[in-house]
């Protein structure tokens, strides 16, 4: 039980350095301004509703979830 926690651990790190390097080079430039996000400003206000890159991440999320548990 403990390998498959730390091996988990270690997978998700790796996944998330890779993120930072895509983010970092700007190879995620377009995520947070997809055209069904809602920007609003006002003065001194501003206001940021991320509804498509939301809905984005919550269909490729569920996409990999839903393949590592039929493992």
């Not at 996000?37 to 919550?58: C, E, I, N, Q, W």
Request: proline share 3%; charged share 10%; hydrophobic share 55%.
């Amino acid at each position: 039980m403990n390998r498959v926690i730390g091996l988990a651990i270690i997978i998700g790190g790796l996944c998330l350095v890779f993120a930072g390097l895509l983010i970092y080079t700007g190879g995620l430039s377009w995520f947070g301004r997809l055209p069904g996000d809602f920007m609003v400003r006002k003065g001194s206000f501003s206001f940021y509703f991320p509804l498509a890159t939301s809905l984005l991440l919550s269909v490729v999320l569920t996409l990999i979830l839903w393949i590592l548990g039929r493992r």
